[in-house]
């Protein structure tokens, strides 16, 4: 349903002189930097600033959620044409939407688009709900997989600097360049998502990169696998959560993705599963502390690890469905907090995730308030 975003093709090209020294093993690669974003991170989370239909706003970098989309309410606001569903999509949409949280607008195709001084062409957003922004009035966009896949994108808030490239030559090359001290580990596909694995007190645990979820947390479920025993005294606070806020995590957002039409059922599905307890508005927002031994993840290891665990839905599976799997496979939510303390480079070309550790704790869930 979404098509790809790409840079303007004067800015791509002008890009291509912009390679990094490759040495002389590496004399065949050629990765070419796109475009330089100086993101800002605002309560945990990571912003570009840029302009949409003329109007200064902020974008949210998001690199596990497979669409870039706008709230209904700010599209009004902007002035954004909303272009209706067709009626195919409509009926599916309607038909078979289970998420009644969340209403359908439809898609906006913006024409003009800037992203922290780069032009920006085919931005097709999905239009949903009645919320009106991401966390603040200007931060009324998420950028979504949609647009990031089709680089290989580095992270090193440390600089203050998430740069695009366009690798030629690199299959087999190291692209940690910035350093000797690097870990790397291969990504796999999942549904929409790109998991990575790790080890949980020496358990395998599916891992995924969130850039729109704040602190990195642990599926429910999988903490029940783990024997992770939940205490009076890690019972954290509920974060506020205002009337006219989207929230960006990816749970949150996943309540939404049926409604915008990212997943649909194929020709053979007859029926859906049904998430619980995720219905009509009411579902629940509480976290509470795990702490485990150790947290690994390739040959770097956090301990002791203390990860938010958070309700996650489970999906009780009817005759012939197969959705919802592709949502919630994964285990461990790596979020922001993450990013924080490392340096990373995201190789959709070549499916790996480069890392290394930059200073300071690299999960910070401790950090919100709880009863102890």
């Given at each position: 349903m979404f098509a790809r975003i790409l840079l303007s093709a004067n800015l791509a090209a002008a890009a291509l002189g912009?390679?990094?020294?490759?040495?002389?093993?590496?004399?065949?690669?050629?990765?070419?930097?796109?475009?330089?974003?100086?993101?800002?991170?605002?309560?945990?989370?990571?912003?570009?600033?840029?302009?949409?239909?003329?109007?200064?706003?902020?974008?949210?970098?998001?690199?596990?959620?497979?669409?870039?989309?706008?709230?209904?309410?700010?599209?009004?606001?902007?002035?954004?044409?909303?272009?209706?569903?067709?009626?195919?999509?409509?009926?599916?949409?309607?038909?078979w939407n289970l998420y009644t949280a969340e209403v359908t607008e439809g898609t906006t195709q913006v024409q003009n688009v800037d992203l922290d001084g780069h032009t920006v062409r085919m931005t097709l957003f999905g239009v949903f709900g009645t919320r009106d922004n991401f966390g603040s009035p200007d931060t009324v966009a998420v950028l979504g997989t949609d647009f990031w896949r089709q680089y290989d994108v580095e992270i090193d808030l440390k600089?203050?600097?998430?740069?695009?490239?366009?690798?030629?030559?690199?299959?087999?090359?190291?692209?940690?360049?910035?350093?000797?001290?690097y870990n790397v580990v291969d990504m796999e596909k999942r549904g929409w998502q790109m998991m990575v694995k790790a080890k949980l007190n020496g358990h395998e645990v599916a891992a995924l990169l969130d850039t729109g979820t704040r602190f990195s947390n642990l599926t429910e479920r999988a903490a029940g696998e783990l024997g992770a025993a939940k205490d009076e005294k890690s019972i954290l606070q509920n974060e506020p959560r205002m009337a006219e806020v989207q929230p960006t995590d990816l749970l949150s957002l996943t309540k939404i993705s049926y409604g915008i039409g990212i997943a649909q059922p194929g020709p053979d599905v007859g029926s859906f599963g049904v998430y619980q307890p995720v219905k009509n508005n009411d579902y629940r927002t509480g976290y509470w502390l795990a702490k485990f031994n150790n947290f690994t993840l390739d040959e770097e290891t956090i301990a002791p690890a203390r990860l938010r665990v958070v309700p996650t839905p489970r999906l009780t599976n009817e005759v012939g469905s197969r959705l919802g799997q592709q949502y919630f496979t994964y285990d461990v939510l790596l979020g922001v907090d993450f990013?924080?303390?490392?340096?990373?480079?995201?190789?959709?070309?070549?499916?790996?995730?480069?890392?290394?550790?930059?200073?300071?704790?690299?999960?910070?869930?401790?950090?919100?308030?709880?009863?102890?």
């Amino acid at each position: 349903m979404f098509a790809r975003i790409l840079l303007s093709a004067n800015l791509a090209a002008a890009a291509l002189g912009a390679a990094l020294p490759a040495t002389s093993a590496q004399a065949e690669c050629r990765l070419a930097k796109v475009a330089t974003l100086h993101p800002v991170v605002d309560n945990n989370q990571i912003l570009i600033p840029g302009t949409l239909n003329g109007h200064k706003v902020s974008f949210l970098f998001d690199t596990s959620f497979p669409a870039s989309i706008i709230p209904a309410a700010a599209a009004r606001r902007l002035g954004i044409d909303v272009q209706n569903l067709n009626n195919l999509e409509t009926a599916l949409l309607t038909g078979w939407n289970l998420y009644t949280a969340e209403v359908t607008e439809g898609t906006t195709q913006v024409q003009n688009v800037d992203l922290d001084g780069h032009t920006v062409r085919m931005t097709l957003f999905g239009v949903f709900g009645t919320r009106d922004n991401f966390g603040s009035p200007d931060t009324v966009a998420v950028l979504g997989t949609d647009f990031w896949r089709q680089y290989d994108v580095e992270i090193d808030l440390k600089s203050n600097e998430i740069n695009l490239y366009h690798p030629d030559g690199c299959a087999t090359t190291n692209l940690a360049y910035w350093t000797n001290a690097y870990n790397v580990v291969d990504m796999e596909k999942r549904g929409w998502q790109m998991m990575v694995k790790a080890k949980l007190n020496g358990h395998e645990v599916a891992a995924l990169l969130d850039t729109g979820t704040r602190f990195s947390n642990l599926t429910e479920r999988a903490a029940g696998e783990l024997g992770a025993a939940k205490d009076e005294k890690s019972i954290l606070q509920n974060e506020p959560r205002m009337a006219e806020v989207q929230p960006t995590d990816l749970l949150s957002l996943t309540k939404i993705s049926y409604g915008i039409g990212i997943a649909q059922p194929g020709p053979d599905v007859g029926s859906f599963g049904v998430y619980q307890p995720v219905k009509n508005n009411d579902y629940r927002t509480g976290y509470w502390l795990a702490k485990f031994n150790n947290f690994t993840l390739d040959e770097e290891t956090i301990a002791p690890a203390r990860l938010r665990v958070v309700p996650t839905p489970r999906l009780t599976n009817e005759v012939g469905s197969r959705l919802g799997q592709q949502y919630f496979t994964y285990d461990v939510l790596l979020g922001v907090d993450f990013l924080l303390a490392h340096r990373v480079m995201i190789s959709n070309s070549q499916m790996k995730m480069y890392f290394s550790h930059t200073g300071g704790p690299a999960l910070q869930s401790v950090s919100a308030r709880s009863a102890q």
